[in-house]
């Protein structure tokens, strides 16, 4: 196999689209020399039929405004791998959605859930509509129509979807709710569901907890104490959310978010009573990061992203290519030890290449965000068992996982001069085990 034709394959078969190829390009890039010490696997054509997703399913979403208009988006389901469990993997509402978009979080999502130790298969799905400004009962309609698209193709023993962009507790409770009164069943079809039907402790913490945990570990190998280190952390939904309790709880000082419109500046630290406000604004009034400048009178950068100021820890957690090559060089020059990624791909290429050539911890999304997916995949356990866990149990559960990740990344990503290739490891450490399990299952 060699990269470069494997991608010229692609970008023939699936013209214009970008993020796809650019995911994907990482992947065999990294695993090119251990994919050539198996001929086994060249000679099962191994490497297309894990590039290439196994089902794209599309479909019309129709939906009634407030005003009475009628509205359409798209909705979309890829199915990426399930050779080593059903199908899982988040939902994303956002305008920006698009057929690369999803085949992108679906092929990474496959070699994430590979690392979480957990029987996961890969898929992502979504759809163009945009929650911005939807009133309550326009975004619980269109999760309906949304679900009546959806919900042949997804079951508890099928394909488990979940929240991503645009998609909280909110959503999926919609959503639950409609495929439950289609498919006339009550399983756990979705994760990240309420609490009082099946939702799982700690699944609203598990991405921003997972990053700071996996971050802990890469900390470690420097003897870096993250105590008193200024943090800048991107987005203000979820993943940052959580990210920021976290490192207040461990005594980190996260100085910035941000959202489509700008990033907020706050020398002298978000602090708990602050991340209130956030939590507030955010989940609750669905308002701007703005409103917190406004409020506690710091800095307001519009159009912006946060990677300009000053931090000793980048945690981007808001969406992919957030960070371009001008924006990592900044950082390194800024003196970044450590950039532990929430979100999926937010840095490009050549931003990665700033950050490895500089020899500072650099953990990709695949391996740092696993945390979400994985306290999903408990959620599944737990409705498959009728029970729930304490959130200490699942806590647990989850720091476990993600040093077990850490451990795989360094497993297969040392360096022979001793640097860690998070990408390297957690790449190679996905793939083969996905790998086997698919020689293993025959030609399909
Ligand atoms: P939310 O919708 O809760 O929050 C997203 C945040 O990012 C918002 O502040 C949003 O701002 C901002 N944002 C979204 N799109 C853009 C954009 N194009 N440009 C600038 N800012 C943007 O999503 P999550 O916190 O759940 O997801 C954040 C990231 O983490 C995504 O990359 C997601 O794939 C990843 N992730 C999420 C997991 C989860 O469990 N939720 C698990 C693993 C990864 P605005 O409000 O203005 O749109
Ligand atoms: O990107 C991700 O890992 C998620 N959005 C979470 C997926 C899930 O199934 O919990």
């Known amino acids: 196999m060699k990269s470069s034709e494997v991608l010229g394959l692609l970008k023939r078969r699936f013209p214009n689209e970008p993020e ?13 020399d251990v994919y050539n010490e198996h001929p086994e696997f060249e000679k099962a054509n191994l490497i297309e039929r894990l590039v290439i997703p196994d089902k794209i399913h599309t479909f019309r979403v129709t939906w009634v405004d407030d005003k009475g208009n009628v509205q359409t988006n798209m909705g979309y389901r890829v199915q990426h791998n399930n050779a080593i469990g059903p199908y899982k993997g988040g939902i994303r509402f956002h305008a920006s959605v698009s057929p690369s978009i999803l085949k992108f979080l679906a092929f990474e999502q496959t070699f994430k859930n590979a690392l979480t ?25 269109f999760c ?15 394909d488990v979807p979940a929240g991503d962009i645009g998609v909280g507790g909110r959503e ?20 990240g569901k309420g609490r009082e039907f099946g939702g799982s402790l700690i699944r609203p913490e598990a991405t921003g907890y997972g990053n700071v945990y996996f971050l802990l570990e890469m900390l470690k190998t ?19 959310q959580y990210t920021c309790e976290k490192l207040l709880e461990l ?33 609750l009034y669905r308002g701007r990061i703005r409103e917190y400048a406004e409020e506690y009178g710091c ?26 090559q001008a924006d990592a060089e900044t950082l390194v020059r800024n003196g970044v030890l450590a950039v532990s990624e929430g979100a999926n791909m937010p840095s490009t290429p050549e931003a990665i290449a700033v950050f490895q050539r ?87």
């Open 358 to 444: 500089s020899k500072i911890l650099y953990a990709p999304g695949k391996a740092a965000n696993a945390g979400g997916v994985s306290v999903s995949g408990l959620e599944m356990t737990q409705n498959s068992e009728r029970y729930s866990w304490s959130a200490e149990e699942v806590d647990e559960k989850l720091k476990w996982i993600m040093g077990n990740i850490h451990e795989n990344c360094v497993k297969y990503g040392t360096e022979s001069d001793g640097y860690i290739n998070y990408v390297k490891g957690a790449n190679i450490a996905g793939f083969m085990k996905v790998a086997k399990a698919m020689m293993s299952q025959g030609i399909l």
């Open 117 to 141: 130790t957990l029987p996961m298969g890969g898929a992502k799905g979504g759809s163009d509509f945009s929650p911005r400004g939807k009133s309550d009962g326009e975004v619980m309609r």
């Open 299 to 324: 800095k307001y950068v519009p159009g912006a992203r946060p990677w300009c100021e000053k931090g000793d820890i980048a945690l981007p957690s808001a969406t992919q290519n957030e960070i371009d």
């Open 222 to 240: 420097k003897n870096i104490d993250i105590k008193g280190k200024k943090c800048l952390v991107s987005g203000a939904g979820n993943v940052a």
């Open 172 to 191: 999926v409770g919609y959503m639950f709710g409609k495929y439950k009164k289609l498919a006339e069943e009550f399983t756990g079809t979705f994760t």
């Open 20 to 32: 796809y190829h650019q995911a994907v390009e990482e992947v065999v890039e990294s695993i090119e």
């Open 251 to 283: 005594g980190a000082i996260p100085v910035t978010l941000s959202d489509s419109d700008g990033y907020i500046y706050d020398s002298d630290g978000i602090t708990k009573e602050k991340l209130e406000f956030v939590m507030e604004l955010k989940n």
């Open 144 to 158: 309906q129509a949304f679900v009546e698209g959806l919900w042949k193709v997804i079951g508890p023993n099928t």
